[in-house]
């Protein structure tokens, strides 16, 4: 029996929603036909008091579904945990799809005892034109793996993994403690995945491990995700400290580019002041050489993909920056907000 149990271990899915009616059925659908021992697996999905049919859309599926009256995403994910009874926990979003072997794929990648945590890659679910910039941007929005590896620490923005596709085993959130409260959105998971690190646990990101995400399909939703993202990398350095490797990463992330920004003003001031060509001409170039080197990059890939997308050179750069800029003001706007006084 030990061995079959260690095998086939109990999987806990837990999914936290808000108002997502209009994609959660693909989810709940997909997640119905996952090859894996039925009973091994429950699925758990935390409500944030939505005010659309998402309750009624998820009361169809043998679930469990419970209600958080509480905001954010960490929220729901403890308040899932607090009430899973898995040996494994999976976490996932409603605006996810997920392949059959999906929970089997993710035991098999937690074998080893050395291992915490897997994160997977999240590709498009639809291939309108946003949902593949989202893919194929400089920075993915979401993470996109080319090969297995495994991190005794987080050591870099680009590999991470992300709360639509990770998982982790129950010992080690009892060992690391739950997902810290203060992030609502944004960084949300990667706080947590550095802590699993730092109670001696590795983190194993694998291409095998894939979920289809339904992408924003609109440029102002995609700048908001930015925004909303750049606010939960600016609470890392008040929660983490500013020694953390986050931390570091975010904070030359938002000085970079705050002063450029800045520089850019400047500059445009002092030509309009003194109509000084020599000045024109550095802010010519501070302005549009990351622009050219973008449109450069983008030139190769799409002669390299050779897919005829050749629109992706003149728009791809102008959303990377538009995307940049609202990271780094949602970054300032969070550092500059009062911490929070009490902890999860």
């Given amino acids: 029996m030990k061995r079959e149990n260690e095998a086939n271990p109990k999987v806990s899915i837990i999914v936290p929603v808000k108002n997502g009616a209009q994609k959660i059925k693909d989810l709940l659908d997909s997640l119905m036909h996952v090859d894996y021992d039925r009973d091994k697996l429950e699925i758990i999905v935390v409500d944030g008091c939505s005010t659309d049919n998402t309750r009624d859309i998820v009361s169809r599926y043998p679930v469990k579904l419970l209600t958080e009256e509480k905001p954010g995403v960490n929220v729901a994910r403890n308040k899932g945990i607090k009430n899973s009874t898995g040996e494994i926990i999976a976490f996932t979003d409603h605006d996810c799809v997920v392949p059959r072997d999906w929970v089997k794929k993710i035991v098999e990648n937690l074998r080893d005892p050395e291992v915490g945590c897997v994160g997977g890659q999240i590709l498009r679910y639809n291939d309108d ?35 639509c596709n990770f998982a982790v085993k129950r010992e080690a959130v009892e060992k690391t403690g739950f997902f810290d409260e203060r992030f609502e959105y944004g960084f949300d998971e990667l706080e947590f995945a550095e802590r699993v690190c730092e109670k001696g646990y590795k983190i194993l990101l694998t291409p095998e491990i894939t979920v ?21 990398g600016g609470l890392l350095p008040k929660v983490k400290g500013v020694n953390s490797t986050l931390s570091k990463w975010v904070l030359l992330s938002i000085t970079g580019f705050t002063l450029w920004f800045f520089v850019i003003l400047s500059l445009i001031l002092y030509t309009f002041l003194t109509w000084s060509m020599d000045v024109l001409a550095t802010l010519l170039a501070i302005l549009f ?6 449109m450069a990059v983008y030139t190769y ?24 800029l609202a990271f780094v003001a949602g970054g300032v706007q969070r550092l500059l907000k009062p911490a929070e006084q009490t902890c999860p």
């Fill in 129 to 163: 034109f946003l949902a593949r910039y989202a893919d194929e941007s400089i920075i993915p929005v979401m993470r996109i793996f080319k090969k297995k590896t495994v991190l005794n620490r987080i050591s870099s923005p680009m590999y991470y993994p992300v709360g």
């Fill in 212 to 232: 289809k995400h339904k992408h924003r399909s609109t440029l102002p939703a995609l700048l908001k995700q930015a925004f909303r993202y750049g606010q939960g």
């Fill in 289 to 294: 050489f990351p622009l050219f080197g973008l």
């Fill in 301 to 324: 890939r799409t002669f390299r993909m050779g897919d005829g997308l050749y629109k992706r050179i003149l728009a791809y750069p102008f959303i990377d920056i538009a995307r940049s």
